[in-house]
């Protein structure tokens, strides 16, 4: 074969690199501005289910989600621990807003007879307020003071009185 000059061959050289670096910031500023890809996880944390009178609702049905209003640092994920080695399902853990006063335990949910309420409250102590505020956080929410100790042991199952929905966490996932 016949050789290029030096002067060819550079100049080659350059052109099969510059037209590299064309393609690679191409694909870059492509691969940059697409949309990120949806998750393939559903939204929903949990299945909206009807249970009727008698059926049984476990601790791994129920999720729950832990917000922290104190000063203690990580303690609604210490807290949200606990309650996942009592047999709930995890939500999310977090601070509380601003305006939130707890001083000891509180559960934010509409309905303090609810069954999952019901189930949670157990493991947190007596006299605990259950308030109707909104809240963003999936499951029941239970929000944490200062002055709170720690989950109590609680019941593993409640006996729904009566026809009820409930949003049922989905099973764990192997992984």
């Known amino acids: 074969m016949n050789q290029l000059p030096?002067?060819?061959r550079s100049a080659l050289t350059l052109a099969v690199l510059g037209l590299l670096l064309v393609v690679g910031v191409v694909w870059g500023w492509s691969?940059?501005?697409e949309p990120l890809p949806e998750s393939t996880t559903s939204d929903e944390s949990c299945t909206p289910t009807t249970?009727?009178?008698?059926?049984?609702?476990?601790t791994d049905q129920v999720e729950v989600s832990v917000l922290n209003a104190g000063n203690r640092g990580s303690f609604a994920a210490r807290v949200l621990a606990q309650l996942a080695a009592r047999g709930f399902a995890e939500g999310t853990s977090g601070n509380a807003p601003g305006d939130a006063e707890v001083e000891r335990v509180q559960v934010w949910a509409p309905d303090r007879s609810a069954p999952e309420v019901q189930l949670v409250l157990s493991t947190l102590g007596k006299k605990v307020p259950v308030v109707d505020r909104e809240v963003t956080a999936p499951g029941v929410v239970v929000v944490v003071g200062d002055r709170f100790d720690k989950v109590?042991?609680?019941?593993?199952?409640?006996?729904?009185?009566?026809?009820?929905?409930?949003?049922?966490?989905?099973?764990?996932?192997?992984?």
């Open 31 to 33: 691969a940059a501005t």
């Open 51 to 58: 249970l009727e009178a008698g059926d049984k609702l476990y």
């Open 152 to 175: 109590a042991k609680g019941r593993k199952k409640v006996t729904v009185q009566s026809a009820v929905e409930v949003c049922v966490a989905p099973p764990p996932t192997a992984g």
């Open 6 to 8: 030096a002067p060819a």
